[in-house]
């Protein structure tokens, strides 16, 4: 109301379960919450426009890429990790593979083998000084 826009934050709720012991082979797309216990061959993104939050236990594995809004990590991915607003990198996590983010926390412990490139969210547009 009167013109303040209304920020899409992540509310942490926890919509799907991938528990320990089950083994996904094939990509998940998923809306909303989703936490990983298990292992996982193949990639995970979330779906839409719509803030979602990805939990990846310590006893969780994925072989493939990663693409969300928030990740909460403290389990092992092989493959790119693609991070639009917020990374936590808990002290049990293993990444190998390049990570792209926006904010980052990582915790002690943690090994990340690979690039890490930081994406600002807002853009800068530079212009020239006039000259006399």
């Known amino acids: 109301m009167f013109g303040k826009k209304e920020i899409n934050k992540h509310s942490g709720q926890i919509d799907s379960l991938i528990g320990v012991g089950t083994r996904v082979e094939g990509n998940i797309f998923f809306a909303g919450g989703l936490r990983i216990d298990g292992e996982v061959k193949g990639n995970v993104e979330a779906s839409g426009d719509v803030s979602s939050i ?57 090994v990340i083998e690979g690039r890490l490139t930081h994406r600002a969210n807002k853009s800068v547009e530079l212009k020239l000084a006039a000259s006399n």
Not at 58 to 72: F, P
Not at 87 to 105: C, F, M, N, S, W
Request: aromatic fraction near 4%.
């Open 54 to 110: 990805l939990v990846i236990s310590e006893h969780a594995r994925i072989d493939g890429d990663v693409m969300v809004s928030h990740l909460v990590l403290n389990g092992a991915i092989f493959g790119a990790v693609t991070v639009s607003e917020s990374l936590e990198v808990q002290p049990k996590a293993r990444v190998v593979g390049d990570v792209d983010y926006a904010l980052i926390e990582m915790h002690q412990g943690a």
